[in-house]
């Protein structure tokens, strides 16, 4: 029983059917946090600061005045002074007033802006503030927090944390409405103009007017998340951002997008993204200020600044502003947590009290398997994850039918300067199912191209307006733009024509582009000449000619980069003709001298001038792959318990595995003058250490010092995939017979899965049958085996057929489609009606259900350490079920 098996099953044995985790039953014991009760800040915050205001002047101890006319960075129209008309102190409230400045002033409004820096600065806590809030277009009064020390770079690099925000408050819109919100937002990320921002509006109960009256405003903020509060009510969370790592320990996405920071890494000298604490984790300084008009106030509500609003002045009034510090553990002020139901879920439409924000933070892109894939951008339809996109003219890009072509995307340019192609960046896809997926075509640079046809309806009014290709990658890190009729073959667009275009990806590497993360393509007239354009585009590919890597060693006649080759021996091995079903075969012969024999790739033992070293990177065909050969021994060894063995080495010898040949997948040991073939998996190599990323040596022989008297023929020697066509990319794990290292399983119902003979189409198919025992049943991989299909991720499906032959006694069953990796450490389970053919299972009826690996990777699995495939019906309602399946694979479509 292998050690997978034997966890589940253990878990099935212990857990009672309202408990199951792990065997495809759905009762789970995740915590509903909806159900949490509100509650008040919890005892544990201990206030280690505040300003009260309740003597006669601003406590110099406390806050500074900043002093400028710099708009704040944000045009706004005041400057900030330190005089008492602006900011004082009365009957226990701090007062900023904005007014309106003298006539010649540099700016038409004065106001205040105050700060705690080097006088009040903290890392993590509870800050609060009780305040009135002024009103009017134009106002933008705020409470917030900025670092003390620039830890991480200039801003926002370091951060920013905005406790309170209000614009334009009890302004009323053509429509009635009454602007009545505040907000609390983080401000991070890399450098302006590139900065990004994430938060939340808020808007009391009620139709309350924050400038009505006093409220309290505060944020919580502990290592790794901050909460915001009106009147002790969380109605915002934000955290880090939680990185996803496959079985490998390479990032692949995130399963929180919160904050991030971009730095300089102290190791390698590199600015690195990080998805940690920074910067919000650092000492931070407060902030009270009351801007006029700027970029956000003076474009929202009724636009600008109302002046009669502020003719008699505008006062932010502040009761008190308050610093408590978690006494379970000041260090990460976490233990203090006042927190609602839904504090930490997304609010939608249907929860819709849910107070978690997603962030901004860039998701990292899975690594590149170095397997070569090709990506279709655009054919007749649209790939979500790389919509059509007009840049700056404001068009819509549209899908039209063409007498030629049938549907192919259109474009047209405008008046306003524009470029138009496809993108695949998180701001321009809009499909639910699309995500950014930048391509890395690295693998196919040798022999790949971007190609597309390209159809000129109507020129530009420029007659002589040049027409451009334009590629980007890493958003826009690198790019490379080159002439229309630079294409591979010349050709010169044709007004009315449809024609097709290629570039090479080595030029376009050669011209500077990183190829390992395209992200835009463009097809455009020169900016600003492309006026009057229509044109259109279709089969838009980055491509090249795959096949899965087949190495063959041997197979009538010596490859030169892989000799025969004896050893130790002194012999030299020979090509001798055998049968008419074998032709030409390696002959080798084993005299007295130790040796071992087979073929090499080495440098020093390649005799061809023409032949080079080749070495054998397998690791595409890692999961399916075999290395394969025939033996036909003609005389055995003098020694007669002479064990044969089968030797693999890889990168000059630094990894090597040995085995006997009876450890093939046939089990079988050589018998005299009797062909016979000799299959060994890849990945069980690869589980004993074999490096298969330069296999350069093979070996067959008897066992050293043995062999003497040995003599025998090898004929079609290859490492390949035997479940490949020549354009196949993936992985079968069930097509007639269950592949190598997996087995067809019931998790905890007893039963033995058979093969069973169906119709002529399917042949021999899985036959699952449930009894009374509640159970799941599926594919199951060997111990330490794991499906990674991470190179398949933009267009992989997980693909099946099935067909029940008799239905469970409980007629309301639900069939489940379920899908494990890492030992169960990530787990995706649906409805079969959540395939992409959406059918229920018909009695009788074979029907093909599709699940795309990219929806079952957003739904949390790591899909690099596959192990696990259960269809079945819902746990506990299978009694009687009788079902099929044939054609299970994991694919490129």
């Not at 196919?444 to 007659?463: K, Q, Y």
Request: some cysteine; hydrophobic content about 40%.
């Amino acid at each position: 029983m292998i050690k997978v098996a034997k966890r589940i099953s253990q878990l099935c044995i212990l857990a009672t059917a309202s408990t199951l985790v792990g065997c495809g039953g759905s009762a789970e014991t995740n915590t509903d946090t909806s159900q949490i009760d509100p509650q008040q800040p919890v005892s544990d915050w201990e206030m280690v600061w505040s300003d009260e205001f309740d003597s006669t002047v601003i406590n110099e101890n406390n806050w500074q005045h900043e002093v400028n006319c710099q708009g704040g960075g944000n045009n706004e129209k005041q400057c900030y002074t330190d005089s008492p008309e602006n900011s004082y102190v009365s009957d226990g409230t701090l007062k900023i007033v904005a007014l309106p400045a003298a006539e010649g002033a540099e700016l038409p409004y004065t106001s205040a802006r105050i700060i705690s820096k080097n006088k009040a600065d903290f890392k993590y806590g509870r800050f609060e503030v009780k305040a009135k809030l002024p009103s009017g277009q134009g106002s933008w009064p705020a409470f917030w927090m900025l670092p003390t020390d620039e830890t991480y770079g200039g801003w926002p690099k370091s951060g920013e944390i905005d406790i309170l925000e209000a614009v334009n408050l009890k302004t009323v819109d053509a429509e009635g409405v009454v602007e009545n919100q505040i907000y609390g937002t983080l401000h991070y990320g890399k450098e302006w103009p590139d900065n990004v921002h994430s938060g939340k509006a808020y808007s009391l109960p009620d139709g309350i007017n924050p400038a009505d009256d006093f409220h309290t405003y505060a944020i919580e903020w502990q290592e790794g998340e901050i909460r915001w509060y009106v009147d002790n009510y969380l109605y915002a969370t934000q955290r880090r951002s939680e990185v996803r790592y496959n079985s490998k320990d390479e990032a692949v996405g995130l399963a929180h997008q919160g904050w991030f920071a971009e730095y300089y890494d102290a190791v390698t000298g590199e600015l690195t993204t990080h998805w940690d604490n920074a910067p919000f984790d650092q000492d931070f300084f407060m902030i009270l200020n009351f801007a006029v008009g700027g970029s956000w106030p003076e474009n929202t509500n009724n636009l600008g600044i109302d002046a009669e609003a502020f003719a008699n002045g505008q006062t932010f009034e502040i009761d008190y502003v308050r610093v408590y510090q978690c006494k379970q553990n000041p260090d990460t002020g976490k233990g203090c947590e006042t927190v609602r139901g839904g504090w930490d879920q997304e609010a939608t439409e249907d929860f819709p009290n849910g107070a978690l924000v997603i962030g901004k933070a860039p998701i990292p892109s899975p690594p590149s398997s170095g397997v070569p894939q090709n990506l279709t951008i655009f054919s007749g339809s649209i790939n979500p994850n790389w919509p059509a996109w007009d840049c700056c003219g404001g068009s819509t890009p549209a899908i039209v039918a063409d007498d030629e072509q049938g549907d192919v995307m259109e474009f047209v340019v405008g008046a306003s300067p524009t470029v138009n192609g496809f993108i695949s960046r998180e701001a321009f896809i809009t499909d639910p199912e699309g995500k950014p997926s930048p391509f890395d075509a690295s693998p196919i640079i040798e022999s790949g191209t971007v190609s597309f046809d390209l159809n000129i309806i109507t020129a530009p009014n420029t007659a002589d307006a040049p027409w451009l290709v334009k590629i980007e990658s890493t958003e826009g890190a690198t790019a490379v733009e080159v002439l229309l009729t630079d294409n591979a073959a010349g050709v010169i667009p044709v007004v009315g024509e449809w024609q097709n275009y290629e570039f090479s990806l080595q030029s376009l590497a050669d011209g500077g582009l990183d190829i390992s993360a395209i992200d835009v393509v463009m097809i455009f007239p020169a900016w600003g000449s492309g006026e009057g354009a229509q044109y259109r585009v279709n089969n838009l590919e980055i491509s090249a000619d795959i096949s899965a890597p087949k190495l063959v060693v041997f197979t009538d006649e010596e490859n030169p980069s892989w000799p025969l080759w004896d050893c130790c021996g002194g012999s030299m091995p020979t090509v001798e003709l055998d049968d008419e079903a074998h032709g030409n075969v390696a002959e080798f012969m084993i005299g007295a001298n130790p040796t071992v024999m087979g073929f090499i790739s080495r440098e020093g033992n390649i005799v061809d001038p023409e032949a080079q070293p080749a070495p054998f990177d397998a690791s595409a065909i890692l999961s399916n792959g075999v290395i394969e050969f025939e033996m036909k021994v003609t005389s055995m060894p003098n020694d007669s318990s002479a064990p044969w063995l089968f030797k693999v080495e890889s990168n000059g010898g630094e990894s090597a595995v040995e085995l006997p040949l009876s450890d093939s997948v046939e089990g079988v040991a050589p018998v005299a003058e009797q062909w016979q073939t000799y299959t060994f998996n890849l990945a069980d190599l690869a589980n004993a250490g074999l490096d298969v990323s330069a296999i350069d040596v093979l070996m067959i022989f008897p066992a050293w010092g043995t062999g003497d008297g040995a003599v025998y023929r090898v004929d079609n020697v290859m490492i390949h995939d035997p479940n490949a066509a020549d354009d196949f990319a993936g992985h079968v794990l069930f097509a007639d017979d269950v592949k190598a290292q997996w087995s067809i399983w019931d998790c905890c119902g007893g039963s033995t899965p058979t093969l069973e003979n169906d119709d002529t189409e399917h042949g021999m198919t899985a036959e699952f049958v449930i009894g009374s025992s509640p159970t799941v049943m599926g594919l199951l991989a060997d111990d330490d085996v794991y499906l990674d299909a991470s190179n398949l991720l933009a267009t992989g499906i997980v693909q099946f057929e099935m067909k029940v032959l008799s239905a469970p006694n409980d007629a309301s069953s639900v069939w489940k489609f379920k899908i494990e990796s890492g030992d169960a450490s990530t787990a995706v389970e649906l409805d079969l009606t959540a395939s992409q053919e959406g059918a229920a299972p018909v009695l009788d009826q074979w029907q093909t259900y599709t699940f795309s690996l990219q929806s079952l990777f957003d739904a949390g699995l790591d899909i690099s350490s596959i192990d696990v495939l259960m269809i079945f019906p819902a746990w506990g309602t299978g009694d009687g079920a009788v079902y099929r399946l044939d054609n299970v694979v994991i694919k490129a479509p």
